[in-house]
C-alpha cells in the first residue's frame, strides 16, 4: 500500500501525516480480522478453538474498520486541504467502468478468503488445513495471471521459512523461560497477584492491557504471546473471564503494537518505501490518532463483551 498509495495521495496534495496514518493502521487491520496470525498464535496459548477467535473477532475488526473511515471522512470535511478532492481533469470520465474493473480484480482473492474463512467458520477444515487450501487458491491464482514464477514461488518459500523458524526459536526460549519461572513458583506468585488487584476482574484486565500496551513499544507481538501470555491466563480463568473474549481484546490491544514508535512494525515498513521528502516525524504523527481510535476499540470490546461473544455459536 505504500508503494501503491502513498505517491498518488502526496501528489494531489494529500497531508503527509493523514497519509501515513491511514496506510500505516489499514496495514495493521489484517492483524485482528481473519485469518490473522496473532489470532492463530493467540487461540494456540490460550487453547481456545481458532474457529472460535475468528468469529469473535470479526465484528470488532469490521468495527476498527469502520471507526478509521469515520475518522478520515471528518477530517476531510473537517480541514478538506489535508484531503482535497481530485481536480476535475483527473476524475475518471465513466465511474460505472472503474467500478466494473475493480470489482473484477476484488472478485477472485475474496472468493479465495471466503473460501477459507467459511471452511474454518463452519467446521469443515481446521485452521492448518484452511491454510493449505489458501495456498493452493494463491498458487492457481498467480497461474492464471502468469504471475507464478520460479522467482516468486522460491522468494515466497524462504520467507515462510525464516518465519517458521522464527517463530520456533521464539517457542523454544519462551519455553525454557517458563519452565525456570514456574521451577521459582514464579507462576504462582503472578497469579495470586492479578486476583487479589483491587477491582477484581476490572483491575486485573486493566493491568494487563497496560503491561501489553507498553510492552508493544518495544517487542514484537510473537515474544508478548509466548512469554506474557502465559503467566495471564490462569489469573483470567480464576476469575471467570471467557477465553475467547479475552483473546480478542488482547488481539486488539496488540494491534498498537505496530503503531507504537519506535519500534512499530508499519511504521519501519512504511518509512522504507516513502520517499525521502517525507520526514519520519511525520510518520510518527500520523499514527497517533490512529492509536488512539484503537484505544477507543478496545474500550468498547471491554464495555460491551456481546461485541465479541455474539457471532459465537452456543
Known sequence: MGLISLPVMLRYGYSQELSAGVICASGTLGQIIPPS???IVLADQLGVSVGDLFVGALIPGLMLAGMYALYVVFV???WPAEAPALPPEERPEHLVALLGQVVKVMIPPLVLILLVLGSIFIGVATPTEAGALGALGALLLAA???RLTRDTLVGAMEETTKL???VMFLLIGSTAFA???RGLYGDIWIEDLLTNLPGGRIGMLLVANLLIFVLGFFIDFFEIAFIVLPLLVPAAMALGIDLVWFGVMIGMNLQTSFLTPPFGFSLFYLRGVAPPEMPTTAIYRGAVPFIGIQAIGL????AFPGLVTWLIPG
Open 37 to 39: 496470525v496473532v489470532l
Open 76 to 78: 476531510a470535511i473537517r
Open 164 to 166: 517458521t523458524a522464527m
Open 299 to 302: 474500550v468498547l470490546i471491554i
Open 179 to 181: 519452565l525456570v519461572f
Open 144 to 146: 492464471v495471471n502468469r
